[in-house]
Structure formats: structure tokens, C-alpha cells
């Protein structure tokens, strides 16, 4: 141990006195390693960003959303067609689309239906921009949603109507910042509602996936069901009020303007959630569901629905990809990098040829030469590794801090790339150092 010891020493004198050779062959392990982990902590933020959107569109969720289709400005001619259209009609999305559901939905775990409406808050002369959700208390328990203070809706409250509500932490924080908002009342719209609970504020940025069922809650004000229905909007009653006479509009009555020939939107409802017990009962649950409320609605399809945790887990493996060839770019500099430990090795040994001679000379084994030199590129790919990691933790930070993108640096990807890296020493340095065991003594001390 004491001959080896002994090796290692004069390889670390000769990184000391030949420090920018050292540092120049070290560059290649030191943006490698810096890269490698840059890229980890790139992906595993786009890993955590996926699964806080997949928390926040609930689990094992299926989204049916209505259509509404802008009649042709092209009239039908003839009498067929348009007693076709009439008999056709769609009730659109209904309670009772909800309450099917309930009865026939072997699957069923949870379902909410959802009504919003833009609206506004008015409290003691400010004013403020709000989205009104008309939902039932499962889907509190469908999202994750959780209390800061107050408590959900009751029995009797859904029931009849009662025009309570459950507001966002901006709307606390703006209208309530001095005072306690439960039991106070806020105008919405002109209707006055009594704060019943406060949601907890949310720092997850998630409005590029509100198509796919994302929401953030806090600017949102949250009402029973029944109450929008009774208090606010109910599209079904003002559609079956002019649906008798939209045949007569339709066909006695002509105008030039496209948007007038559109079809109002006659769904009472603008979502709904169904959650079902196992992720692998989504694709069926979703087949099921189309046929379902298809041959409700007069074979009108008029809803779409979709299950935003696959889209999301399709994005996720979209990243994974994208993750996997920027490591895999990243980790090419390493190889690059043990390459010029390698060249540069064999230029020391071609420099170094009479010192080997003389070690030989003077009683040293071949194995003394090969830890000498094997040792030399082991440390300076241990120490191209050490600034590497520290170089990747600094970049990590900057991207995150200049990009604004999510960056989360985990112990394993650093002890990963650090080993890495000590590997690509023992491997392209073993190569000069066998080369420079296997030269001859003698040869080597006449070498000029």
C-alpha cells in the first residue's frame, strides 16, 4: 500500500506543476458533468410541474364539455330538412345527464356538474373581475380542493339554493384583507351572497391547461349548483322558451349577418366531472359515457369529452423523450471529454518517457507505473467533476432564476454524474498508463 501510496503522491505533483495542461484536460469532465446535471434538474422540474397539474385536474377524471355549433348561413330549402333539425334537438348538457350517469355508471366514483359565469364582485365601492362556478361539494373532493378557513356547502344549502359561497384567497385578500370574510356578505353581479369558507391560495401557474380541465382557484367564487341555476342563469329554461319559435325565425326570417343565424348556447351545464374508482377503467368509462349521453341527446353530438390525465401523461412522456436526448447530448461531452484525457495522457507518456525509465531503472513495477498514470487521469477527472457539479448546481440556478423554468436538483443526478465522470478516468487513463508500463528501460533512458 505504501508503493502505491507513494504513486499517487507523484501524480498528484505532476497535476500541480503542469496546471493549465491539467485544467485544459479537465474542461471536456467539467461542462459534461455541469451539463448532465443542468439537464436533470431541467427534467426533473418539468417532472414535478406534470404531476401538480395531474393533482389539480383530479384523479382519474373525465371532462364532458359541450359544443355549441354556429348554424351554415345557407337555408335549407325544403320542408324534410327542417322538420330533420327540429326532431333532432338536444336538450344539451343537463342535470339529468348528471343523474343518469349516477344510476347507470358501473365505474362511478364521483361526478359533479359545473356552471361558470364572468362575473363581478362588488364590496364597500371596489370592484373586481371574478369567475363564478356553480358546483356541488364532490367536487371539492374530485379536485383536492382544501379549506384555509369556513367549511363547504350543506345538504339543505344544495338543495334549495341558498345563495352562499365559497370564495378564492385573491378575493379574501382583496375585499377582506382587515377583517374576517366568514359570514360577510359580497354583491355579485346583484346578487349578495354570505362567504361561507375561503379556499387555500395556490402558487402552481396552470393556465396553459385549462383546456384540459385545469382551474386555478383563486380568483374563483364557488356557489351551489342549484343557486346559479335559480339565482344567476339557467340556459335551459330561456331555451325551451324560444325553441318553439326558432323554426318560424329560421325559416320565414332571412339576414345577411352570419352571427345572427348562430345557435345560442342551450346546455344548462358548461361541464361535467366524472371521476371513476381505477385508472384503467377511463378508456371503457369513456366509451360508455359517449353512448350514453349520445342516445340522450337525439343522436345530436353536441359534447366532447376527453380525460385530461392522459393528455397530461402524454405530455409528461413527450418531456421524458425531450429529457432523455438532452442528457443524451450532455453526457457526449463527457465522452469528449475522457477522449482528451486520453489523448492528453499519451502525450505525458511521450514526454515523460526518460522519467518512466528511471522509475524502471530503479527497482519500480510495471503496476507503479500504472497507478501513476491511472491515478494522474482518475484526479483530474475527479476534480473536472467537482467544479462540473458545481458548475451544473450554478446553472440550474440561473436557468430557473433568467428562463423562469422549474429546475429541482436531486442528490442522485449529482452522485450519477460524479461517478460518471471518475469512470471515464479509469477508463480512457488506463489505456496511457498500460502504454507506459510496457515500455522498455532501457529504450527509455537513451529516448531523446
Not at 358501473?106 to 369567475?131: D, H, M, Y
Not at 450554478?394 to 432564476?401: D, F, N, P, T
Not at 498508463?433 to 515500455?439: G, M, P
Request: charged content about 20%; overall charge positive.
Amino acid at each position: 500500500m505504501n508503493r502505491y501510496y507513494h504513486d499517487i503522491i507523484i501524480a498528484i505533483e505532476s497535476i500541480f506543476s503542469n496546471k493549465l495542461r491539467s485544467l485544459l484536460t479537465a474542461l471536456g469532465i467539467i461542462f459534461g458533468v455541469g451539463a448532465v446535471i443542468s439537464m436533470l434538474a431541467i427534467g426533473k422540474g418539468a417532472q414535478k410541474e406534470i404531476l401538480d397539474q395531474i393533482k389539480m385536474v383530479g384523479v382519474n377524471n373525465i371532462m364532458i364539455i359541450p359544443v355549441v355549433e354556429e348554424e351554415s348561413s345557407e337555408e335549407s330549402s325544403t320542408t324534410e330538412v327542417n322538420q330533420k333539425q327540429s326532431s333532432r334537438f338536444s336538450p344539451g348538457l343537463h342535470l339529468n345527464d348528471v343523474q343518469a350517469i349516477k344510476e347507470v355508471l358501473p365505474t362511478l366514483n364521483s361526478i359533479s356538474p359545473e356552471i361558470t359565469k364572468n362575473s363581478s364582485v362588488i364590496l364597500n365601492g371596489r370592484k373586481s373581475a371574478a369567475k363564478l362556478m356553480g358546483v356541488e361539494n364532490e367536487y371539492f373532493n374530485i379536485f383536492n380542493l382544501e379549506l384555509e378557513k369556513g367549511g363547504f356547502f350543506t345538504d339543505n344549502q344544495e338543495g334549495i339554493g341558498i345563495p352562499v359561497c365559497i370564495i378564492g384567497s385573491n378575493i379574501d385578500s382583496k375585499f377582506f384583507s382587515k377583517q374576517n370574510s366568514l359570514g360577510q356578505y359580497i354583491k355579485v353581479d346583484q346578487i349578495w351572497l354570505r362567504v361561507i369558507g375561503v379556499m387555500k391560495k395556490t402558487d402552481i401557474k396552470l393556465t396553459r391547461f385549462e383546456n384540459k380541465g385545469v382551474n386555478v382557484m383563486n380568483d374563483n367564487i364557488y356557489i351551489p349548483t342549484k343557486t346559479m341555476l335559480l339565482r344567476f342563469q339557467n340556459r335551459a329554461v330561456i331555451t325551451s322558451r324560444i325553441f318553439d319559435r326558432r323554426y318560424f325565425f329560421r325559416r320565414f326570417i332571412f339576414s345577411s349577418n352570419p352571427s345572427q343565424n348562430s345557435i345560442n348556447n342551450y346546455h344548462q351545464l358548461d361541464r361535467i366531472i366524472v371521476q371513476v374508482k381505477d385508472s384503467k377503467e377511463l378508456r371503457p368509462s369513456t366509451e360508455f359515457l359517449s353512448r350514453l349521453i349520445l342516445r340522450r341527446h337525439q343522436n345530436v353530438r353536441d359534447f366532447e369529452i376527453t380525460v385530461p390525465e392522459l393528455l397530461l401523461k402524454q405530455e409528461q412522456k413527450t418531456k421524458d423523450v425531450f429529457n432523455i436526448v438532452l442528457g443524451a447530448i450532455a453526457s457526449i461531452s463527457l465522452l469528449v471529454g475522457g477522449i482528451g484525457i486520453m489523448n492528453i495522457m499519451f502525450a505525458s507518456v511521450m514526454e515523460r518517457i526518460k522519467e518512466i525509465g528511471t522509475r524502471l531503472a530503479i527497482g519500480a513495477r510495471k503496476k507503479d507505473i500504472v497507478v501513476q498514470f491511472l491515478s494522474e487521469a482518475v484526479l483530474i477527472s475527479v476534480i473536472g467533476g467537482i467544479i462540473g457539479v458545481i458548475l451544473g448546481i450554478v446553472g440550474a440556478k440561473l436557468i430557473m432564476y433568467f428562463a423562469g423554468i422549474l429546475t429541482i436538483i436531486s442528490p442522485f443526478s449529482v452522485i450519477i454524474a460524479f461517478a460518471v465522470s471518475a469512470t471515464v478516468g479509469i477508463v480512457f487513463g488506463y489505456s496511457p498508463a498500460k502504454r507506459a508500463s510496457e515500455k522498455d528501460p532501457i529504450e527509455s533512458l537513451r529516448y531523446e
